[in-house]
């Protein structure tokens, strides 16, 4: 009857709704790009218990990734990059609001504020994507309005693993909004224990902010300033063991348990960033004029026993290695985009990167 028919016009909505997204470098619905595209939204993440870029394979299977102390190298459709030294831009690309990300040591991030996550795969370059072979990410984070909104969520998990995420955001005055976005994690139970120094083995904590600040002076021009911070300290990925069966330097043999060390040494992955980007946006009528500045700098400092035990030459670890190393970038982009609406699309810019 009508209620069937209701019911059916509700559904055939859901089933059409729109997903936008900005692969092109403008925003337009992805029906309209010739791209491939996956592209998920705030509630899709939070339903599927994704809130970091590392835990992005379990939505998008033609991704990997792939972390090496502080560095998460991605890969899409199989291709990308194993290096994760100093510099590497790696061969997909990795954005967060319009800004490149050249350091693979600044792409392992945490999720809070985020409007939706897009993956473009194939090799980009023509309008996005720093001449990618592969595919990029592209991370587009949420903007406060004239309503006041307020979240705050916190998690427990086994390890004894401590989780916590808060969002407040709402207008400054008619025509300036703010936000900012808290993010924080302890994991004090380590998966396994050093069993010379009886230190817990496999546990880390990080915590980060973010603050976004959109002020429209008129209906014509729109500017947003936003800065983000974040430290973080684990051995996840520098935990050096010996793989089980396997004999190391002086018959040394490896733990009974697969998560435990036997080396004297700390090992551990130390990471501080931060990043700011000025974005303005001026409506001209018949084109959109849009300027995108942006600085990052990230420091790390790392340290892992690479004959993965307690051997020794001399009474020293030889084989014990520390790194520290930091880069930083600054972007400039200034791009001319046509009307969306109308019958000839087109674009031109100019784009600086300084590392």
């Not at 939070?46 to 379990?58: D, E, H, K, M």
């Not at 023509?126 to 916190?154: C, M, Q, W, Y």
């Not at 703010?178 to 050093?194: M, R």
């Not at 960033?273 to 849009?290: H, K, Y």
């Amino acid at each position: 009857g009508d209620d069937a028919l209701v019911h059916q016009h509700v559904l055939l909505q859901r089933a059409l709704e729109e997903v936008i997204v900005t692969a092109q470098r403008r925003e337009e619905s992805l029906q309209d790009v010739p791209i491939s595209v996956a592209a998920f939204s705030h509630e899709a993440l939070a339903r599927s218990g994704v809130n970091a870029t590392i835990a992005l394979p379990q939505l998008v299977p033609s991704v990997q990734l792939v972390r090496s102390g502080p560095s998460a190298m991605f890969f899409v459709r199989g291709v990308g990059n194993s290096s994760g030294g100093t510099g590497e831009e790696g061969t997909n690309a990795f954005y967060v609001d319009g800004v490149f990300l050249p350091d693979v040591k600044q792409t392992a991030l945490k999720f809070n504020n985020i409007e939706r996550v897009e993956v473009l795969k194939g090799p980009q370059g023509t309008l996005f994507g720093r001449n990618s072979s592969g595919g990029l990410v592209n991370v587009i984070t949420h903007e406060p309005g004239d309503t006041v909104e307020a979240k705050v969520n916190v998690g427990v998990a086994n390890y004894d693993t401590y989780t916590s995420q808060a969002y407040l955001a709402g207008p400054v005055t008619d025509t300036l909004g703010a936000d900012i976005a808290l993010t924080g994690t302890d994991q004090e139970d380590g998966w396994g224990q050093d069993r010379i120094t009886g230190d817990d083995v496999g546990r880390g904590w990080d915590w980060g902010m973010r603050s976004k600040w959109v002020w429209l002076p008129s209906d014509r021009t729109k500017i947003t300033v936003a800065g983000e911070y974040g430290e973080s300290s684990d051995d996840f990925t520098t935990a050096f063991r010996l793989a089980q069966g396997s004999v190391g330097i002086f018959g040394t043999r490896p733990p009974a348990d697969p998560y435990d060390t036997n080396t004297p040494d700390d090992q551990f992955t130390d990471m501080e960033s931060w990043g700011l980007t000025l974005t303005a946006e001026f409506d001209l009528d018949w084109a959109t004029l849009t300027s995108i500045t942006g600085a990052r700098r990230n420091e790390n400092h790392s340290g892992f026993d690479a004959d993965t035990g307690p051997a020794k030459f001399a009474g020293n670890d030889l084989a014990y290695i520390e790194l520290e190393d930091s880069s930083q970038s600054f972007q400039q982009e200034i791009r001319l985009a046509s009307d969306s609406d109308g019958r000839l699309s087109w674009q031109t810019g100019l784009f600086l990167l300084s590392t």
